[in-house]
């Protein structure tokens, strides 16, 4: 649920299984039925948690590179100190 929220304009009404209008409108003209459209989905939501990670991932390496930049930056000035 994480996920989807992080989808922009999204709204649980736009994936509610009890009206099905959602897939008929994108999957009514392709021959596929609601068991194809479901893994459709899922393969969608999947690359969705496969960017996300991506970005966690950066993210972390960011912060890691920053933190010993900091690190070093303080040792450079405090061997100055000494």
């Known amino acids: 649920m994480l996920i989807l929220s992080m989808i922009p304009n999204y709204k649980v009404e ?4 009890k009206d099905s209008s959602f897939f008929l409108k994108r999957f009514s003209s392709i021959d596929m039925d609601k068991e194809d459209a479901l893994i ?18 950066a993210q972390r390496k960011y912060i890691r ?15 100055f100190l000494l």
């Open 14 to 17: 736009n994936f509610s299984f």
């Open 65 to 79: 590179r920053t933190n010993r930049k900091n690190r070093e930056a303080f040792l450079v000035r405090s061997s």
């Open 40 to 57: 459709v989905f899922e393969d969608h939501i999947r690359e969705l948690e496969k960017v996300h990670e991506e970005e966690i991932e």
